[in-house]
């Protein structure tokens, strides 16, 4: 099962990238995504494949560049991506990067509103079209970055996001199927960000990963188990560090993390989780991907995880 990365360029090079990988180590090289119009912040990505009415392998996501708060999306198949579209119907937009995650029958987005609107909104796209947007949690999901978006199995979706302004605490909420739960601050608030978490399903069980609290560039992960987090751990003993959030996927049977270096370090680099903990970060093709912000990871197979 191979997995697919993508990332904005560096710096003001607004232009997405993405490159394909078997085992996470070795990657193709770096190609611009045709037919998208660029990025301010970093894409979000989402396996498809067998989602109803939702063509293509994996979807991407994205903000427009500078002032344009609209989101678009894209899909890709083995004749590359087709051109990009809005998403949703009316007058809908964010700030900061979106987020994908799927349901078997619908591809699901979730962001933050413009500017000064800190809440977190949502839409489906299934075989009847885009559904309309609404305020998630009664517009009780708030947040002052983009949220994060992941599936389990049949219907059920875990959301994950930054608290509003300066309160780093890290919320998520659970779908059953038919509507989200209450929000919960993880862990009894002790997970903290600058930026958005991510969120992967790997071998049933779910992870999550996040830069820490304010200067704080490590890495942390952690699992959920009957809705409850486990503690925090420190991945790769400290020595992981970004100035964004990370990404998770799966490819083959093995976990994956990616992350932009620390700083301005622009490097992209990446670990395996070997089921203990985290291997030996690698800067990515030796430093050869870069981005200004946080990449995305989507398995290209959703049956096998």
Do not use: C
Not at 85 to 108: E, I, M, N
């Amino acid at each position: 099962m191979s997995i697919l990365l993508a990332w904005k360029g560096k710096g003001e090079d607004a232009r997405l990238f993405f490159s394909r990988s078997d085992d996470g180590k070795r990657w193709q090289p770096q190609r611009v995504v045709e037919r998208a119009g660029g990025a301010s912040h970093g894409p979000a990505l989402a396996t498809v494949q067998g989602v109803d009415g939702v063509r293509g392998n994996v979807a991407m996501a994205w903000k427009g560049i500078g002032d344009d708060t609209q989101i678009w999306w894209s899909s890709w198949t083995e004749q590359g991506w087709s051109g990009q579209q809005p998403v949703g119907v009316g007058d809908l937009g964010t700030s900061h990067g979106p987020a994908l995650g799927t349901r078997p029958d619908a591809l699901v987005v979730a962001w933050k509103g413009i500017g000064d609107d800190v809440a977190i909104y949502g839409n489906t796209l299934d075989r009847n079209g885009w559904s309309a947007q609404e305020a998630l949690g009664g517009g009780g999901f708030s947040t002052s970055h983009g949220p994060a978006l992941a599936g389990f199995p049949a219907r059920q979706m875990v959301i994950a996001w930054k608290g509003v302004g300066n309160d780093p605490r890290i919320f998520t909420a659970f779908h059953d199927g038919r509507r989200w739960s209450g929000k919960a601050a993880a862990a009894d608030g002790n997970f903290g960000t600058t930026d958005r978490p991510a969120l992967a399903l790997f071998k049933g069980r779910m992870y999550m990963a996040w830069k820490g609290k304010s200067d704080d560039p490590r890495l942390f992960w952690s699992t959920v188990h009957s809705g409850i987090w486990n503690p925090q751990n420190l991945a790769g003993d400290g020595q992981f560090g970004s100035s964004h959030g990370p990404a998770l996927g799966v490819v083959g049977d093995q976990l994956i993390m990616v992350w932009k270096g620390k700083l301005d370090d622009p490097r992209l680099f990446a670990s395996i989780f070997d089921g203990v903990g985290w291997r030996e970060q690698h800067a990515i093709e030796g430093g050869a991907f870069g981005s200004s912000h946080g990449p995305a990871v989507a398995s290209f197979d959703v049956f096998n995880l």
